[in-house]
C-alpha cells in the first residue's frame, strides 16, 4: 500500500457509553465500553485486539460492524466517515462489513440447511440468480475446505470446526472487504483453532481481505495478527507490531498479560497470579490511569491524573513511566 492510500479501516477517538438507569432515589450512570479508540487498519492486514473480558473487544467490533451507533467520534472507511452515510449507503456498505461470531452453533440456524443458508445470503443481497446460486454455494464450501456434498447437512450434523467455516462461507459470500473475527476460534480445540487460523490467513492472501481479530488468547492474536492492540478498561493502553510487542511489552498490563499465558511446560507447580485483583466495575473505573489499583509501579500521579498516548517508534503506550521520554523513539 503506497503511503498515500488511507487505511482502509480508521477509528478517530470512537466512544460507546450505555445510559443505564438508576434505582428509585439514583442518578442515571454511564458505562463507558469504548473509550477515545483510535485505530488504523491497512488494507490486507490483520489488527489483533486483545484484553480481559470487559475490557470493551467486542464492543468496539460491534461498532465496526454498525451494530451499535457511538456515542463520540468517527469510523472512516476508505477514507470516508460512514456515520455521515445515508440508509442506502450504510446498507451498501454492510455488504463489504462481515463478521465471524464466536459460536458458530448458535450464530447459524438449526433449522435450516447449510445450502438454504447461504442461498438466502445470496439472494437477500441480489447476488446470481436461481440457477447460477447452487454452483455459487458449491464454490464457498469449496474455499473453505468443505466438500459440497455436504450442502444439503444442517449445522447439528458437522463439528465445531466444520460449523465454523460455513460460518466463515457465509461473511465470504457477499464478497466483503473487512471481516470482525469476534473470538472466532476460542470454542475450538487446539487443533482446529491452527487449521481455523491457517485458513483465514489463506483467504487473507487469496481475496486480499481485512481483518479485526478480537481474541483474549495472545498466542492466537500473535499467529494471525500484523500489529496488536492491548484494552483494558475500554481504552487502548498499548498498541504495536506484533513483533515488537512479544519481543518488549511496555505496558505494565501487557506484561501481566503476558505471565498470564499458559505455559506449555511449568517451571513450577506453585501458580503466583500474573495480575493481582479483578478487572474493576466499569461503571466506576477508577480515577487517573484506571490500571492503577492493579499495577506494581503504580505511582501517585498515576492515582491523580490519565496518562496520554505516547509514541515509541512504531508503538503507543498509555502509561506515565514513559511520558517522561521522548516521542521520537530515541
Same mark, same amino acid.
Given at each position: 500500500?503506497?503511503?498515500?492510500?488511507?487505511?482502509?479501516?480508521?477509528?478517530?477517538?470512537?466512544?460507546?457509553?450505555?445510559?443505564?438507569?438508576?434505582?428509585?432515589?439514583?442518578?442515571?450512570?454511564?458505562?463507558?465500553?469504548?473509550?477515545?479508540?483510535?485505530?488504523?487498519?491497512?488494507?490486507?492486514?490483520?489488527?489483533?485486539?486483545?484484553?480481559?473480558?470487559?475490557?470493551?473487544?467486542?464492543?468496539?467490533?460491534?461498532?465496526?460492524?454498525?451494530?451499535?451507533?457511538?456515542?463520540?467520534?468517527?469510523?472512516?472507511?476508505?477514507?470516508?466517515?460512514?456515520?455521515?452515510?445515508?440508509?442506502?449507503?450504510?446498507?451498501?456498505?454492510?455488504?463489504?462489513?462481515?463478521? !465471524?461470531? *464466536?459460536? =458458530?452453533?448458535?450464530? /447459524?440456524?438449526?433449522?435450516?440447511?447449510?445450502?438454504? @443458508?447461504?442461498?438466502?445470503?445470496? #439472494?437477500?443481497?441480489?447476488?446470481?440468480?436461481?440457477?447460477?446460486?447452487?454452483?455459487?454455494?458449491?464454490?464457498?464450501?469449496?474455499?473453505?475446505?468443505?466438500?459440497?456434498?455436504?450442502?444439503?447437512?444442517?449445522?447439528?450434523?458437522?463439528?465445531?470446526?466444520?460449523?465454523?467455516?460455513?460460518?466463515?462461507?457465509?461473511?465470504?459470500?457477499?464478497?466483503?472487504?473487512?471481516?470482525?473475527?469476534?473470538?472466532?476460534?476460542?470454542?475450538?480445540?487446539?487443533?482446529?483453532?491452527?487449521?481455523?487460523?491457517?485458513?483465514?490467513?489463506?483467504?487473507?492472501?487469496?481475496?486480499?481481505?481485512?481483518?479485526?481479530?478480537?481474541?483474549?488468547?495472545?498466542?492466537?492474536?500473535?499467529?494471525?495478527?500484523?500489529?496488536?492492540?492491548?484494552?483494558?478498561?475500554?481504552?487502548? !493502553?498499548? *498498541?504495536? =507490531?506484533?513483533?515488537? /510487542?512479544?519481543?518488549?511489552?511496555?505496558?505494565?498490563? @501487557?506484561?501481566?498479560?503476558?505471565? #498470564?499465558?499458559?505455559?506449555?511446560?511449568?517451571?513450577?507447580?506453585?501458580?503466583?497470579?500474573?495480575?493481582?485483583?479483578?478487572?474493576?466495575?466499569?461503571?466506576?473505573?477508577?480515577?487517573?490511569?484506571?490500571?492503577?489499583?492493579?499495577?506494581?509501579?503504580?505511582?501517585?500521579?498515576?492515582?491523580?491524573?490519565?496518562?496520554?498516548?505516547?509514541?515509541?517508534?512504531?508503538?503507543?503506550?498509555?502509561?506515565?513511566?514513559?511520558?517522561?521520554?521522548?516521542?521520537?523513539?530515541?
Amino acid at each position: 500500500m503506497s503511503d498515500a492510500e488511507p487505511p482502509l479501516v480508521e477509528t478517530r477517538g470512537l466512544t460507546k457509553a450505555f445510559k443505564l438507569h438508576g434505582g428509585l432515589g439514583r442518578k442515571r450512570e454511564a458505562l463507558v465500553a469504548v473509550d477515545d479508540v483510535s485505530i488504523a487498519i491497512r488494507r490486507g492486514e490483520t489488527l489483533g485486539v486483545v484484553g480481559e473480558s470487559g475490557s470493551g473487544k467486542s464492543t468496539l467490533g460491534r461498532l465496526l460492524l454498525q451494530l451499535e451507533r457511538p456515542t463520540a467520534g468517527d469510523i472512516l472507511f476508505e477514507g470516508q466517515s460512514i456515520l455521515a452515510t445515508s440508509g442506502r449507503e450504510r446498507r451498501q456498505l454492510r455488504k463489504r462489513i462481515q463478521v !465471524v461470531f *464466536q459460536d =458458530p452453533y448458535s450464530s /447459524l440456524n438449526p433449522m435450516m440447511s447449510v445450502q438454504r @443458508t447461504l442461498t438466502e445470503v445470496l #439472494a437477500v443481497h441480489d447476488i446470481g440468480t436461481r440457477e447460477t446460486r447452487p454452483a455459487q454455494v458449491a464454490d464457498l464450501l469449496e474455499r473453505v475446505g468443505l466438500s459440497p456434498a455436504l450442502a444439503r447437512r444442517r449445522p447439528k450434523q458437522f463439528s465445531g470446526g466444520q460449523r465454523q467455516r460455513i460460518g466463515i462461507a457465509r461473511a465470504l459470500a457477499v464478497q466483503p472487504d473487512f471481516i470482525v473475527a469476534d473470538e472466532a476460534v476460542s470454542a475450538l480445540d487446539v487443533s482446529i483453532q491452527a487449521q481455523v487460523l491457517n485458513l483465514l490467513m489463506r483467504l487473507q492472501d487469496d481475496l486480499g481481505l481485512t481483518y479485526l481479530f478480537i481474541s483474549h488468547n495472545l498466542s492466537v492474536a500473535r499467529h494471525i495478527s500484523n500489529d496488536i492492540a492491548v484494552m483494558y478498561l475500554g481504552r487502548i !493502553v498499548e *498498541q504495536a =507490531p506484533t513483533d515488537e /510487542l512479544f519481543a518488549e511489552p511496555l505496558h505494565p498490563y @501487557t506484561q501481566a498479560l503476558f505471565r #498470564a499465558a499458559p505455559k506449555p511446560v511449568p517451571r513450577r507447580k506453585t501458580i503466583t497470579p500474573a495480575i493481582a485483583g479483578d478487572i474493576p466495575n466499569p461503571i466506576d473505573r477508577p480515577s487517573g490511569c484506571h490500571f492503577h489499583p492493579r499495577c506494581p509501579f503504580a505511582m501517585d500521579i498515576c492515582r491523580e491524573q490519565a496518562p496520554v498516548p505516547v509514541l515509541r517508534g512504531n508503538r503507543v503506550v498509555e502509561c506515565h513511566l514513559y511520558t517522561s521520554a521522548s516521542t521520537d523513539g530515541s
